[in-house]
């Protein structure tokens, strides 16, 4: 039996439940992407666009679906401390796929904004929802129509027009059951016109005893001249994989940065399809990777100039240690017409290990003459010269390894646009260096009121 | 000067790299307030001897003993013989992007006193101490807050290095041709910065190529370095000498024995 059979067994066996426990907007887009994976099967090593990474075998655990949508009690909003200091977020969690809003989200909200549950958005503004959900993805993609087969719930984010958030939007996403668990989570973002948001996504798993998996799609509509940062930082646990896919749009005099922050985790790949279809758009794609132990971690980014005079720069940094391995393969497309566009992309990885493995995998497309592109990919390891003479100095040769690495990721960090986030991003980077458990504030510890446990 | 009290003691010291010897057999004795002058022609092995002495992985050391204050120097990984008072100005200082200097200084200060088992300095010593020992070669505070010798200029790589030298407070120095690259002016501060270092219990070693820098830092004695071994030693006129005559009636001397 091939992974994607469990599933879709699931879904045909379940269907009314799985329907009535979600949204009409929702449930209209299921029958489509259950026919396009009929005789499918997820992608396995060595397909075209996964050389390195087999989803087949992400997905093949006997994960159990919520399609009943019990509610799993964690105590989120007393006693969750990934706050980042200075930082004043409007902040709401995802409970495996479940949405939970923190006591005071809805009282900090700016008029017109709605961050809440996809499904109860969804049946209250069918229009709106119709309009976003599902527009993007690609239902073609086996892992996406899976996540649409299935997806009951997630998070809306609406920022009208010409709406401009100061605070940034906190998602924190925590897996904790008492059983295997796939989180099959939606994200849709809309940021109209003139408007402006900044997004903050944290994964954690509290209870790391069973085996999880992220299965996340998420659309992002910038509008013309929009403003959208979306800051990833994975800090989840060897038990637990992610697939996480991103579809994003952008019309024309948009600015979107997106920055996907890789720490702690079990199997990870991140899609990362950004559109430029407006005249002007900037777009910036960081990713940073740091790997040890038995973790793999593979970036794919697919960066699609369709419109003039835009602007794209990737940067994708990775350092492995131990017995990790990690991949990254982007592609730059330049379409005929997409004049005086100017695209970068660059993929530098360190092998902190003999065992360590790389494989990198950079690609351009471009089909007119008047652009500025390049890529560039270096794969090595630490700098010889640079560690004797720390070391000369009396910096002990761990210390200066670990600072050597730390100092690796400083133009990632540097790509964040919250300062606040980038002290934060050291200080999380630092730790994770050193060994220890990279958890926000902590919260390994502070997750679950002391007083309950 | 203290006769009795030997600072570094090496003896028969044979090296090399990648299969070929390169030190062929050095013996040097210093005391404490004394100044060392390594000269020779190129290819003597004269940044070899340093970067053994500092611990580089890249040399292997085949033969000989170091002793350096009763501590078997060649026993120790190179952040303790940092620790144990050795220090190294590198010809080529490297540049680290991503570190900053005030977080590489507080790292190694730090690490130097857990090994003396003393208790980190508190960040309000700490910037004290950086700002008493930038005054010593006039250093840039702009350049305290930047990444380590990150887009320096050859003079302002070299006085970070005396810079660095005066936190550490060494035992024994090693400047390798902290000459090379130097205009008169910054040459005047480093060979300022060294003299002001200089105490009775501490030592230093010239590696110089040129005379020049010894009119600057007065050597007691200088040594010419050939073919891995220390071939003459003498007196500051040896220096003068080289100057007026060059290496090659000593190489001619050596090559005809």
């Known amino acids: 039996m091939s ?31 259950r026919n396009r994976l009929e005789g499918k099967r997820l992608p396995q090593k060595g397909t075209e666009g996964y050389e390195k990474t087999s989803i087949e075998d992400m997905f093949a655990p006997d994960f159990g679906v919520n399609i009943n949508r019990v509610n799993i009690p964690v105590d989120v909003s007393l006693s969750f401390k990934c706050d980042v ?4 977020t409007i902040m709401a969690f995802v409970v495996n796929d479940s949405f939970v809003p923190s006591s005071t989200l809805h009282n900090k909200m700016p008029q017109g904004v709605i961050i809440d549950s996809l499904a109860k958005v969804a049946t209250e503004n069918p229009q709106l929802v119709s309009r976003y959900y599902n527009q993007l993805a690609d239902n073609d993609n086996e892992a ?21 958030m100061e605070r940034p939007i906190q998602l924190v996403n925590i897996f904790n059951s008492a ?10 973002i809309v940021v109209e016109e003139g408007a402006k948001a900044q997004l903050l996504i944290c994964d954690h798993t509290q209870n790391s005893e069973y085996r999880y998996l992220s299965s996340q799609v998420i659309e992002a509509f910038v509008g013309q001249n929009a403003s959208l940062d979306i800051y990833d930082i994975e800090e989840s646990s060897d038990t637990t994989s992610r697939y996480s896919q991103l579809y994003a749009r952008q019309e024309r005099d948009s600015q979107l940065i997106v920055n996907g922050v890789t720490l702690t985790g079990g199997v990870t790949r991140n899609d990362y399809h950004i559109e430029l279809v407006g005249d002007n758009c900037t777009s910036t794609l960081g990713g940073m990777a740091i790997g040890s132990g038995h973790q793999h971690i593979d970036n794919n980014s697919d960066v699609r100039h369709l419109s003039a005079h835009c602007n794209s720069n990737q940067l994708f940094k990775c350092v492995l240690d131990e017995e990790s391995t990690g991949a990254f393969e982007g592609a730059i497309y330049v379409a005929p017409g997409a004049q005086f566009t100017e695209a970068y992309q660059s993929n530098r990885n360190l092998l902190a290990s003999k065992s360590a493995r790389m494989h990198t995998k950079p690609q351009l ?4 003459d008047d652009v500025k592109c390049s890529h560039g990919a270096t794969t090595g390891q630490l700098d010889a010269d640079a560690l004797f003479y720390m070391r000369s100095r009396g910096i002990p040769e761990q210390e200066a390894r670990t600072m050597l690495m730390q100092a690796f990721m400083v133009d990632v960090i540097d790509m964040v646009k919250m300062e606040g986030l980038r002290d934060r991003l050291r200080h999380l980077v630092e730790k994770r260096f050193y060994g220890q458990q990279a958890s926000c504030a902590d919260c390994g510890v502070t997750c679950r009121d002391p007083k309950k446990d | 000067m203290n006769m009795d009290n030997i600072l570094l003691d090496v003896k028969n010291l044979r090296a090399g790299i990648e299969g070929k010897e390169i030190l062929k057999g050095v013996n040097l004795t210093v005391r404490p307030g004394e100044v060392h002058a390594i000269m020779g022609p190129n290819g003597a092995g004269k940044s070899t001897l340093s970067s053994v002495l500092a611990g580089d992985p890249s040399f292997i050391v085949t033969e000989g003993e170091v002793n350096f204050h009763g501590v078997n120097l060649l026993e120790l990984a190179p952040e303790n013989r940092s620790h144990e008072g050795l220090f190294l100005s590198f010809q080529y200082p490297v540049e680290i992007p991503g570190v900053s200097m005030v977080n590489f200084m507080r790292a190694a200060l730090n690490a130097k006193r857990k090994y003396f088992n003393q208790e980190p300095l508190s960040a309000s010593e700490f910037l004290k101490l950086m700002r008493q020992k930038r005054e010593v070669v006039e250093l840039d505070n702009k350049l305290a807050s930047r990444s ?7 003079g302002e790589k070299k006085r970070n290095e005396i810079f660095q030298m005066a936190v550490l407070e060494p035992r024994l120095s090693i400047l390798d041709e902290t000459d090379s690259g130097l205009d008169i002016d910054a040459l005047r501060i480093v060979a300022g910065g060294v003299n002001k270092l200089k105490t009775s219990d501490n030592a230093t070693i010239v590696i110089t190529h040129y005379q020049r820098l010894l009119d600057y830092i007065k050597p007691d004695f200088v040594h010419v370095l050939y073919k891995g071994r220390i071939v003459r030693t003498g007196g500051p ?12 009636w000593i190489k001619q001397e050596i090559d005809n024995k």
């Open chain 1, 144 to 164: 996406v129509a899976l996540n649409t087969m299935l997806a009951q719930d997630g998070v809306m984010i609406y920022v009208p027009r010409g709406v401009v």
């Open chain 1, 365 to 368: 497309e471009i089909y007119n």
């Open chain 1, 85 to 88: 200091p200075n930082m004043s």
């Open chain 1, 3 to 33: 992974a994607l059979s469990q599933y879709i067994e699931i879904f045909d066996s379940h269907r009314a439940t799985i329907e009535a426990k979600s949204a009409e907007v929702m449930n209209l887009c299921r029958q489509d992407a």
């Open chain 2, 148 to 154: 380590v010798n990150e887009g320096f200029s050859g």
């Open chain 2, 237 to 248: 006129e040896l220096a003068l000498t080289l100057e007026e005559r060059g290496y090659d």
């Open chain 1, 179 to 188: 059983a295997p668990l796939m989180g099959v989570r939606r994200l849709v």
